[in-house]
């Protein structure tokens, strides 16, 4: 499909690799995760990085994006895709799910990030108060207090939000290890904890977050419980498939990862390393 290559991975009896999605560079701190938690499983990650940010386009177009990336990424033979963007997950999972499945069979299944955070959240926070950093996409969808308050019925739970615009291109440029990005994460993680003393934990509401996570932590009480999304993914992915065997069985397993960017793939090389910890060599796509 599309441009034709032929590097991808060769099925083995209706046998694939988990595909991972993501807008850009962000959702490679979530492979990071997965595959430190699943080793063995053959993974082929997409960043859709020339259409990047999603955060500030319509549900429509959020929609018709990830659909396309959901499509290519089973005609190359996946079986299971978790989609590892907020903003995706919030504004185009429910859609697909829905709407589009039917068309590749009751079998394939595609996830997102935003439930596995909420569930652990919701079980094992001691106040019930929550803080969210996030972009500002992310703030403004309600996609958080939505689901919290969806799947804590049993429990009176509060959701303080705040949105940290600078962050994502502080991270993307290099510039975490600097005196602005210092005053920038202080002042943002300030402006959440003031809105109530109550907050026991804050979810890093953005797969670009883990990268600054130890700056983070140096401006939050030691009590707080700061959560990285990746991690939470990586679990709850791992429960899935053990309940899940016959989706299990479909998932191929040599340690293989293939990286997918619709970006120029030297950028993309140089950038993704600094998010996945380790050299990445990617391949080029064109999705329509």
């Given at each position: 499909?599309?441009?034709?290559?032929?590097?991808?991975?060769?099925?083995?009896?209706?046998?694939?690799?988990?595909?991972?999605?993501?807008?850009?560079?962000?959702?490679?701190?979530?492979?990071?995760?997965?595959?430190?938690?699943?080793?063995?499983?053959?993974?082929?990650?997409?960043?859709?990085?020339?259409?990047?940010?999603?955060?500030?386009?319509?549900?429509?177009?959020?929609?018709?994006?990830?659909?396309?990336?959901?499509?290519?990424?089973?005609?190359?033979?996946?079986?299971?895709?978790?989609?590892?963007?907020?903003?995706?997950?919030?504004?185009?999972?429910?859609?697909?799910?829905?709407?589009?499945?039917?068309?590749?069979?009751?079998?394939?299944?595609?996830?997102?990030?935003?439930?596995?955070?909420?569930?652990?959240?919701?079980?094992?926070?001691?106040t019930?108060v929550?803080?969210?950093?996030?972009?500002?996409?992310?703030?403004?969808?309600?996609?958080?207090?939505?689901?919290?308050?969806?799947?804590?019925?049993?429990?009176?739970?509060?959701?303080?939000q705040?949105?940290?615009?600078?962050?994502?291109?502080?991270?993307?440029?290099?510039?975490?290890?600097?005196?602005?990005?210092?005053?920038?994460?202080?002042?943002?993680?300030?402006?959440?904890?003031?809105?109530?003393?109550?907050?026991?934990?804050i979810?890093?509401?953005?797969?670009?977050?883990?990268?600054?996570?130890?700056?983070?932590?140096?401006?939050?009480?030691?009590?707080?419980?700061?959560?990285?999304?990746?991690?939470l993914?990586?679990?709850?992915l791992?429960?899935?498939?053990?309940?899940?065997?016959?989706?299990?069985?479909?998932?191929?397993?040599?340690?293989?990862?293939?990286?997918?960017?619709?970006?120029?793939?030297?950028?993309?090389?140089?950038?993704?390393?600094?998010?996945?910890?380790?050299?990445?060599?990617?391949?080029?796509?064109?999705?329509?």
């Open positions: 499909m599309n441009d034709g290559y032929l590097y991808l991975f060769i099925k083995e009896n209706d046998m694939g690799p988990i595909g991972v999605f993501d807008s850009g560079y962000g959702g490679l701190t979530v492979l990071r995760s997965i595959v430190d938690v699943l080793p063995n499983y053959d993974y082929l990650y997409l960043g859709d990085n020339a259409r990047n940010p999603y955060g500030s386009r319509s549900f429509e177009v959020i929609y018709q994006y990830t659909k396309e990336a959901v499509d290519y990424l089973f005609e190359q033979g996946c079986e299971l895709i978790i989609l590892a963007c907020n903003t995706a997950s919030a504004k185009a999972l429910r859609s697909i799910q829905q709407n589009d499945l039917h068309r590749w069979g009751a079998h394939k299944r595609v996830l997102g990030v935003i439930r596995p955070s909420v569930e652990y959240i919701i079980e094992n926070s001691q019930g929550i803080g969210v950093l996030g972009t500002e996409g992310t703030v403004k969808s309600q996609s958080y207090p939505l689901e919290i308050a969806k799947f804590s019925l049993k429990r009176n739970m509060e959701v303080f705040h949105a940290c615009p600078m962050w994502v291109p502080l991270i993307e440029d290099q510039s975490i290890d600097t005196t602005g990005a210092a005053f920038f994460i202080k002042r943002d993680v300030e402006a959440l904890l003031e809105q109530s003393a109550n907050i026991d934990t979810l890093l509401g953005c797969t670009h977050y883990p990268l600054i996570k130890p700056i983070i932590k140096q401006f939050a009480p030691d009590h707080i419980n700061i959560l990285s999304q990746g991690d993914v990586a679990e709850s791992k429960m899935y498939l053990k309940r899940h065997s016959s989706i299990d069985i479909e998932c191929t397993k040599k340690s293989h990862i293939k990286f997918l960017t619709t970006e120029s793939t030297n950028l993309f090389d140089e950038r993704a390393t600094q998010f996945f910890g380790e050299p990445v060599s990617s391949h080029q796509i064109v999705l329509d």
